[in-house]
């Protein structure tokens, strides 16, 4: 069973930047993709950006070139650096992973999410 807690949430002025991590109990890595996903009052889940085993990375359109998806594989711990930050970023942030198959992302487990509020 594969545990996921996210951190770093937090209210920012826009402009700013934030760092989100996601420690993970048990060994992520082997499932095949890492990620994170938000969900903003009124609207539905979307995928921010994943990352899969082999480093391969991926961002949804509104955040390419702001967000930066990494690994670090020692310390079973995703992040999630978030520069340039708007009032749209404004969500609750989720840790996910699970498998990568035909180059798409399934996640299976999910963590309890972090709040990022931006500020105009």
């Known amino acids: 069973q594969v545990q996921l807690v996210e951190s770093g949430g937090g209210l920012v002025q826009a402009g700013g930047s934030l760092r989100l991590s996601c420690a993970a109990s048990g060994s992520i890595f082997s499932l095949g993709a890492t990620g994170w996903s938000r969900q903003a009052p009124g609207k539905q889940r979307e995928l921010v950006a994943y990352?899969?085993?082999?480093?391969?990375?991926n961002y949804g359109d509104s955040v390419k070139g702001r967000f930066t998806i990494s690994s670090d594989n020692a310390k079973n711990t995703v992040y999630l650096q978030m520069n340039s930050l708007q009032p749209e970023d404004t969500a609750v942030y989720y840790c996910?992973?699970?498998?990568?198959?035909?180059?798409?992302?399934?996640?299976?487990?999910w963590g309890q999410g972090t709040q990022v509020t931006v500020s105009s």
């Open positions: 996910n992973a699970g498998n990568y198959f035909r180059f798409r992302y399934y996640p299976n487990y």
């Open positions: 990352i899969t085993e082999g480093g391969s990375t």
